[in-house]
């Protein structure tokens, strides 16, 4: 098959697909030849012509996958081809049969090529197009991607934390709502990279105006006028002094200055609100759901988020909706949700039995000491409340994780 290429010079991805296509039909016929059947088991091929066991295993997914790029996974190097078309050689299958596979692949080779840029990208691209990618090579992916990003963002943390807490006000329209962020183990790999903690905020469904809420600091020894309040008891001694960025941001930010802190020694942050006021219970024409977003902007290992709903709002047959979004410019943008915003991870939030066994995480050891001293904040019943936990390993930067709460009617 010769490549067809486009009038730019590039390949297309339907080129890439054919080419895919046309070489999986010659090589379940070279396979067909010595081996009965369509099942293309490991062990039957590996009778039929001699070859090790990976070999074989990759010889069979490429024969039974129905999606070309999901296979492009499983093609073998330059020095497989060789041995499988060797080894077909000796077994007496046909050599135009042999020629044809031979072509095949070798065009498969310079599309993919031609198309990804270079050989190496040609199996992290195609995973994109995967009808049903396999979790697994997202999660290898991402984590390369996080790799990547912790060289050019120049920062990293091990472990991103939210936890929310919302309960409908019984005596008014509104909600009550805790807030708490956290960043586990932050790293600065350069002196200048810039970091910035966003003060919380709350706007309108299409976030065309902010919502004329309260925050209040969590921590009663905290006693700034303003965000992010810290949580002294769950940072860690050695914290950076921020300052605010000579040019205003929207959302506000403090900013981390250039210092030891990060260099010499990791820190641990944690800042939480509760947030009064104007907060909305109730479904109207500006708010439908209450849409929680935890902006992802520094490389990590892993995000959790807990999301603990009082039993008002999450009834029975409920459970949250989690989705990763790209971020968009500005914070208008980041609430202008579309579906094809959206990035292709799959979530599966967990949920909790009360008490401090289940609350347990790899992601900060003191979680349980964390949502303890929220309840105790408020006085609030946790078995009031149903609690779900969302975790995202690898989570790519910039992103959006963000989960919906219905409103009452």
Request: charged share 25%.
């Amino acid at each position: 098959m010769t490549p067809r290429v486009s009038p730019t010079g590039s390949i297309g991805i339907q080129q890439v697909s054919d080419a895919l296509t046309t070489a999986q039909d010659a090589l379940r016929r070279a396979v067909g030849a010595r081996v009965e059947g369509t099942g293309f088991r490991g062990v039957d091929i590996i009778s039929a012509f001699g070859i090790d066991a990976k070999l074989a295993w990759k010889v069979g997914r490429l024969c039974r996958s129905n999606d070309p790029f999901g296979c492009v996974r499983y093609l073998p190097g330059e020095k497989g081809w060789t041995i499988l078309l060797n080894r077909m050689v000796r077994v007496g299958i046909e050599t135009a049969m042999i020629d044809e596979l031979a072509r095949t692949f070798e065009s498969v080779r310079r599309c993919g090529k031609a198309w990804a840029g270079e050989s190496s990208a040609f199996t992290l691209m195609a995973a994109g197009l995967v009808k049903n990618p396999d979790p697994r090579v997202g999660l290898e992916h991402r984590r390369n991607h996080v790799i990547s990003g912790s060289f050019v963002w120049g920062i990293r943390a091990r472990s991103l934390v939210r936890l929310d807490i919302l309960k409908p006000n019984p005596n008014s329209d509104n909600q009550e709502l805790i807030t708490i962020r956290g960043f586990v183990d932050v790293e600065r790999l350069r002196a200048d990279a810039p970091w910035y903690l966003e003060v919380p905020f709350c706007v309108e469904d299409d976030a065309s105006c902010a919502l004329p809420v309260r925050f209040s600091p969590l921590d009663s020894d905290d006693r700034s006028r303003v965000g992010p309040f810290l949580m002294k008891r769950f940072c860690s001694k050695s914290l950076p002094r921020f300052q605010t960025p000579k040019i205003e941001r929207v959302p506000s930010v403090v900013e981390l200055p250039v210092g030891a802190v990060g260099i010499e020694e990791r820190f641990t942050l944690f800042h939480g609100a509760m947030v009064g006021g104007a907060l909305p219970k109730r479904k109207s024409d500006a708010n439908k759901v209450a849409t929680l977003m935890l902006k992802v902007q520094t490389p990590c290992e892993c995000v959790m988020f807990d999301t603990v709903v009082h039993r008002d709002l999450a009834r029975p047959g409920w459970s949250p909706i989690p989705e990763v979004f790209i971020v968009l410019d500005g914070y208008r943008g980041q609430f202008s949700h579309q579906n094809r915003d959206r990035l292709p991870i799959e979530l599966k939030p967990v949920e909790l039995s009360p008490g401090r066994r289940s609350y347990r995480t790899d992601s900060f050891d003191q979680m349980a000491g964390l949502i303890d001293a929220a309840f105790a904040r408020t006085g609030w019943d946790p078995a009031e409340f149903r609690h779900f936990r969302t975790e995202l390993p690898y989570p790519p930067v910039p992103s959006a994780l963000t989960i919906n709460i219905p409103l009452l009617d």
